[in-house]
């Protein structure tokens, strides 16, 4: 069976301009570069065509935004970079099911509020964040070793984050 040809999304080709924009600004690209690499993004049919367009420059993702003001949200990722942000609310992050070997950043903060991020048993999580007036909680190392590894950053200010693994009690709470 082969796989279907995805023709070129209009947001497909804006994001490919957006990194040329960067490139020809950050001097990787001379202008002509750029206008061929731009007319090339604009006459291309289907996906793969993107590539070779592309091909050279480093593509920085946008991290998935997540953000819980005034109210409760349970989410799980969709991205290898994600920005959570509780403020005078409650932010669920599931990041469970994370496949093994691989790395994921987030930036959880809060202000007046509560970041719970949900991980599994193998999961290695690192920290990096700050906490003022508010509390940072993570759990100690993993029994297997095996599962992705976490970088945890951002601050919490009057309120707090708690990283947590299946079988603790925080994380029977944090699901209802």
């Given at each position: 069976?082969?796989?279907p040809?995805?023709?070129?999304?209009?947001?497909?080709r804006?994001?490919?301009?957006?990194?040329l924009?960067?490139?020809?600004?950050?001097?990787?690209?001379?202008?002509?570069?750029?206008?061929?690499r731009v007319?090339?993004?604009y006459?291309?049919e289907?996906s793969?065509?993107?590539?070779?367009?592309?091909e050279?420059?480093?593509?920085?993702?946008?991290?998935?935004?997540?953000?819980?003001?005034?109210?409760?949200?349970?989410?799980?990722?969709?991205?290898?970079?994600?920005e959570?942000?509780?403020?005078f609310g409650?932010?669920?992050?599931?990041?469970?099911?994370?496949?093994?070997?691989?790395?994921?950043?987030?930036?959880?903060?809060?202000?007046?509020?509560?970041?719970?991020?949900?991980?599994?048993?193998?999961?290695?999580?690192?920290?990096?964040?700050?906490?003022?007036f508010?509390?940072?909680?993570?759990p100690?190392?993993?029994t297997?070793?095996a599962?992705?590894?976490?970088?945890?950053?951002?601050?919490?200010t009057?309120g707090?984050?708690?990283?947590v693994r299946?079988?603790?009690?925080?994380?029977?709470?944090a699901?209802?």
């Open positions: 069976m082969t796989q040809v995805l023709r070129v999304s209009d947001q497909e804006e994001q490919a301009v957006v990194v924009n960067q490139a020809v600004s950050d001097g990787r690209l001379t202008w002509e570069e750029h206008f061929d007319q090339a993004v006459t291309a289907v793969s065509d993107l590539a070779p367009v592309l050279g420059l480093a593509v920085v993702v946008a991290p998935q935004r997540v953000h819980a003001v005034a109210s409760k949200i349970h989410s799980a990722p969709v991205s290898h970079r994600i959570a942000r509780a403020t409650a932010l669920v992050l599931d990041l469970s099911g994370l496949p093994a070997g691989e790395r994921f950043e987030v930036e959880a903060s809060s202000f007046c509020g509560k970041v719970t991020v949900l991980v599994s048993a193998a999961a290695v999580v690192l920290d990096g964040g700050t906490a003022r508010g509390k940072r909680a993570l100690g190392a993993p297997a070793p599962g992705p590894v976490i970088t945890v950053t951002g601050n919490s009057f707090h984050l708690r990283v299946p079988d603790s009690h925080w994380a029977r709470h699901l209802h």
